[in-house]
């Protein structure tokens, strides 16, 4: 079972920034993909940004490319999103995932944290 620990949430105003980071298992980097989906009320879970299990590849939905930045700090075990121009469609609980498939592939299967809440408020 794979351990995955978001923080980092909080409320921020339209055009503002946040960064999220995720805590992880060892190892969860080189053996799974690894990403940041979110929620808001009444919607599926979405994609939002993920590293992908061969070769680190970065990808990013549509809705946040430009303005959402996915790193990782591999010897702290640590992912992190960097949320800039924060829109308040981006209202959500953002959940960091794993699984052992490419980022594409990524479902309710893997492993999941317990989600961190960021509301931006127009």
């Known amino acids: 079972q794979v351990y995955l620990k978001e923080s980092g949430g909080g409320l921020v105003q339209a055009g503002g920034s946040l960064r999220l980071s995720c805590v992880v298992s060892?190892?969860?980097?080189?053996?799974?993909?690894v990403g940041w989906f979110r929620q808001a009320p009444g919607k599926d879970r979405e994609f939002v940004a993920g590293?992908?299990?061969?070769?680190?590849?970065?990808s990013y939905a549509d809705s946040v490319k430009g303005r959402f930045i996915l790193s990782r700090d591999n010897a702290k075990n640590t992912m992190y999103l960097q949320m800039n121009s924060l829109k308040p469609e981006d209202t959500a609980v953002y959940y960091c995932?794993?699984?052992?498939?490419?980022?594409?592939?990524?479902?309710?299967?893997?492993?999941w944290g317990q989600g961190t809440q960021v509301t931006v408020s127009s």
């Open positions: 590293f992908s299990w061969s070769g680190g590849r970065t």
């Open positions: 995932a794993a699984d052992p498939v490419e980022v594409a592939r990524m479902s309710v299967l893997g492993s």
């Open positions: 060892e190892r969860t980097f080189s053996d799974y993909s």
